[in-house]
């Protein structure tokens, strides 16, 4: 196993179930990523109600509310040992090879050799920033959300935030409440209201069971894997943080960043479109929320509420000059990807990610993942969508063990 986060502790839980004698190679700490990579004010965009893991459910005093990062991290860490996890932390993995009767492992504590391997290391490992990062002009400070931090680490004066996912949405409105001037970059983005007909929206998408839905039943199937994130936020208030919200609080909103040429930022003037798309597809999975409560007579106590469009510039700029002194600095909010520099084994795709079947890698027999993008269900890289994951590939991995044809 290798990567103690949230799904590979989930896989390491099963695994246990069965007695299946496993280890667990982790680079940092229990939760490294949580603890080390995500910025100081972060919450759960899920409520607290759906960190649950096998056999450790969220069991404090707000289940309706989002943890912090070190509650996220106490509530890893307690599972890890609940479960007794046997986790080999600050055990650096430098490559990973196929050999006769299963796999080797090199790391800088020791080697391991094993029939089966799973690659539970995570999908967010890299921040993806585009090749455009090298034109910004040197004046002009350029950070990821890895080394964002927080506002106090941005230099005075304004800042253009590039992506508006979740991640670009939370940052946009935390750098406008220091006082500072924002810039909000906008390509395609997922929009969803905080609450829906007087439930969390994420209430919706598991009960209707549409987090549910197996990745062998979607259409367009890579396109879902590579969606941002939705402009979800975690605050007490249960607000919702869409570019309507930003744009009334005095964010700036201009179309994505097309190129960055002789010191300007010049972008795309298709916002309309942009918004369209995204208003479109929320309205449309809200009526399939709508439609599951009907057709299972749920009495929810709220009828379905109209929202508003998202409203567009009049007349958004197209260029910004990064030379006027403007912006000071650029948050790039633009995704992450997976780092997979130690794998020796021929299984990744052109574009660097892992060729898998639900998560079962075929060209790579004893060889699994967890925690990617739609893995399995839409709700994969949640931590409610560890567990399903996880009982269904050890099931595949108990099958292969025992010689008997697997399913997927």
């Known amino acids: 196993m290798i990567g103690a986060g949230h799904a590979g502790l989930a896989i390491s839980s099963v695994l246990t179930e069965h007695s299946i004698d496993h280890a667990v190679v982790e680079r940092g700490e229990v939760a490294n990523s949580w603890r080390h990579e995500r910025w100081d004010s972060l919450h759960l965009l899920t409520p607290n109600w759906q960190s649950r893991l096998p056999g450790h459910p969220y069991t404090g005093a707000d289940p309706d509310g989002f943890m ?18 046997p ?76 992506g508006a996912s979740a991640t670009g949405v939370q940052l946009a409105d935390e750098i406008r409440r220091s006082g500072r001037s924002v810039i909000l970059a906008v390509g395609e983005h997922v929009r969803l209201p905080r609450n829906y007909r007087g439930r969390d929206v994420l209430w919706w998408m598991e009960h209707s069971g549409v987090w549910s839905q197996r990745y062998d039943e979607i259409d367009e199937l890579e396109r879902a894997r590579g969606l941002p994130s939705p402009q979800l936020v975690g605050t007490p208030e249960h607000a919702t943080l869409d570019l309507n919200v930003l744009r009334a609080a005095g964010v700036e909103i201009v179309g994505r960043v097309a190129a960055i ?28 929320f709508d439609e599951w409560a009907r057709t299972a007579a749920l009495d929810v106590g709220h009828a379905a509420e109209p929202f508003e469009p998202t409203q567009a510039p009049a007349a958004p700029r197209l260029s910004l000059d ?22 020796e084994v021929p299984v990744l795709d052109r574009k660097g990610e892992l060729r898998h079947d639900g998560g079962v890698i075929t060209a790579a027999p004893g060889m699994y993942a967890i925690g990617l993008p739609v893995l399995r269900r839409r709700k994969s890289t949640f931590i409610i969508g560890a567990e399903d994951d996880a009982r269904d590939l050890v099931d595949h991995l108990v099958r292969y063990l025992a010689g008997t044809p697997p399913s997927a």
Not at 70 to 83: R, V, Y
Not at 110 to 133: D, K, Y
Not at 134 to 157: H, M
């Open 322 to 343: 990064l030379r006027s002194g403007e912006v000071r600095s650029i948050v790039w909010a633009t995704g992450f990807r997976p780092d997979y520099r130690w794998l």
């Open 87 to 162: 986790v080999r932390t600050h055990t650096n993995l430098t490559a990973l090879r196929r050999i006769d009767g299963g796999y080797h492992l090199a790391t800088d504590r020791g080697e391991l050799r094993c029939r089966c391997v799973v690659i539970a290391s995570g999908a967010a490992n890299v921040p993806r920033v585009p090749q455009l990062r090298q034109a910004v002009p040197e004046r002009i400070v350029s950070v990821t959300p890895f080394d964002y931090g927080n506002p106090g680490r941005l230099p005075e004066g304004g800042v253009l935030v590039i």
């Open 261 to 288: 040429r002789d010191g300007a930022a010049l972008f795309s003037g298709g916002l309309r479109n942009q918004f369209a798309l995204a208003d479109l597809k929320m309205q449309r999975l809200l009526a399939t």
């Open 68 to 85: 912090s990062m070190p509650e996220l991290i106490g509530h890893i860490a307690a599972f890890a040992a609940a479960a007794a996890a």
